[in-house]
């Protein structure tokens, strides 16, 4: 599925506030008339969207997947939208059977704000030096721990992941910024996004980037970059 993430306290439910999985239990319980839960592919934070969004789920009904797609499109909110529907093993998990991730960054880099992507995109008013920005997101790449690219909030003892590929590109006024992975730790994209900005304005030279990959110290980072600007872009099986 896609949707977008505004309106939502993130995909995981949540008893005090309405989250994108929430939503969607609610429509597909409805059209396979029982209460059903869906596993999602990942957990995405509050106003964070999403342009592939895989989740799974079981059950004893039996439905055309095409008809499972009709249905639940046509109880769900305009914000979320159903792309595709197959049926799978058993032993499949949305989360667990996922092999990579790809998520997408957008920022609007003008001094004037695009009023149509208030949500949408990051609003950066500074021209950026995409050259000097891709430096030190190569450094980025690879298999590294990313303590010091992450929250301090997380309860992971294992901080260590691998980046498959970080590219920065610029259409005009828009900046792109997609980063594939194997996995991703709480606020990792935002936080890289964050140091790229930092090195954009001189606050970190692409230098630097591997001592404060080595130093595990958040604070040695750049900053945690605004929600609305992120996507899962797609997931790979």
């Known amino acids: 599925m896609a949707y977008r993430g505004t309106a939502y306290h993130g995909f995981q439910r949540q008893e005090n506030a309405v989250t994108v999985q929430e939503i969607v239990e609610e429509c597909v319980s409805r059209v396979l008339d029982t209460k059903t839960q869906i596993t999602g592919c990942s957990r995405t934070d509050a106003g ?13 009904r039996t439905i055309p997947t095409r ?32 092999k990579a991730k790809e998520y997408m960054y957008l920022i609007h ?53 691998t980046i498959y590929s970080l590219d920065i590109k610029k259409d005009e006024d828009l900046v792109k910024v997609l980063v594939k992975g194997d996995g991703f730790l709480y606020n ?15 606050r970190i030279s692409p230098e630097e980037i591997p001592e404060i990959i080595r130093s595990a110290d958040r604070e040695r980072a750049g900053k945690t970059a605004m929600a609305h600007g992120l996507y899962l872009n797609r997931v790979f099986y």
Not at 48 to 60: G, I
Not at 116 to 124: P, T, V
Request: proline content about 3%; overall charge negative.
């Open 48 to 60: 964070v969207h999403a342009n592939q969004f895989c989740f799974s789920l079981k059950t004893d």
């Open 67 to 98: 008809n499972f797609l009709r249905g639940v499109n046509g109880y769900l909110p305009p914000d979320i939208s159903l792309l595709s529907c197959e049926d799978v093993d058993d032993d499949f998990h949305a989360r667990y059977s996922c």
């Open 109 to 161: 880099c003008n001094e004037s704000k695009n009023p149509f992507a208030e949500d949408l995109q990051y609003h950066y008013r500074r021209s950026m030096d995409i050259e000097l920005m891709q430096k030190a997101a190569d450094h980025l790449i690879g298999k590294h721990d990313f303590r010091s690219f992450c929250s301090t909030h997380i309860d992971k003892v294992d901080t260590t992941r």
């Open 188 to 202: 990792m994209v935002r936080i890289i996004v964050g140091t790229l900005i930092y090195v954009n304005e001189g």
